[in-house]
């Protein structure tokens, strides 16, 4: 009878820490995912205006971020300068060719991994590491990411470095070549996930 009651227990706690994890979906209006770049010119930036994306996290004493995905239209990549306004669409034609969206429509980023993870309050830290495939190619990347929970949502923020070339992406160049783009980009994520 004892060993019946701790099996039930034992079921009970299990069933109860699976129902723990909630699938949360990325909230796109909430979401502000920004690229930012130099050139021989000036410094650029631009921001993904199409992203979708789902995760698994148990919130608690501990936040657990048990899957994430993400994705951005390549072709929602726009330039913006510093005041918010739109650039013209020449400077947007010249990424999505270096990018070659035609062929490789969406930028991903699947999460494999999570380490170091520090809670305190609503607040937790942690270093993600994950598959980014952009024009393409697939490399696996490790960076520091702070979360923030509110309620039912949780907002994750982060700067990750990268090259260009990186990604066999040959940084792009306008008028006649006068005009080159930095091999190095900095994506800065705020992005925020709802059950």
């Known amino acids: 009878m004892k060993k019946i009651q701790l099996m039930t227990l034992f079921i009970l706690g299990l069933g109860m820490n699976l129902f723990a994890q909630d699938n949360y979906k990325l909230v796109e209006s909430k979401t502000r995912n ?9 410094d650029w930036r631009c921001i993904a205006e199409k992203q979708s994306g789902s995760a698994i996290i148990k919130t ?19 330039s913006i300068k510093e005041n918010g306004k739109y650039y013209d669409d ?16 969406e930028i991903t980023y699947n ?7 520090k809670t305190a309050g609503t607040t ?14 697939t490399n696996k990347i490790t960076f520091p990411v702070k979360a923030v929970s509110n309620g039912n949502a949780v907002t994750f923020t982060a700067t990750v ?35």
């Open 34 to 42: 920004m690229v930012t770049g130099t050139s021989t010119l000036h």
């Open 111 to 117: 999460l494999t991994g999570v380490s170091n993870m």
């Open 90 to 105: 020449a400077m947007d034609k010249n990424a999505y060719k270096a990018l070659n969206a035609d062929k490789y429509p």
């Open 124 to 137: 937790s830290t942690f270093s993600a590491t994950g598959n980014l495939t952009i024009a393409g190619k």
């Open 60 to 78: 608690g004493d501990v936040l657990e971020v048990k899957s994430l995905t993400a994705r951005i239209a390549a072709r929602s990549l726009k």
């Open 161 to 195: 470095k990268f090259k260009l070339t990186a990604f066999d992406i040959t940084p792009p160049k306008a008028l006649m070549g006068t005009i080159k783009t930095g091999d190095d980009v900095v994506v800065i994520l705020n992005s925020t996930f709802a059950k």
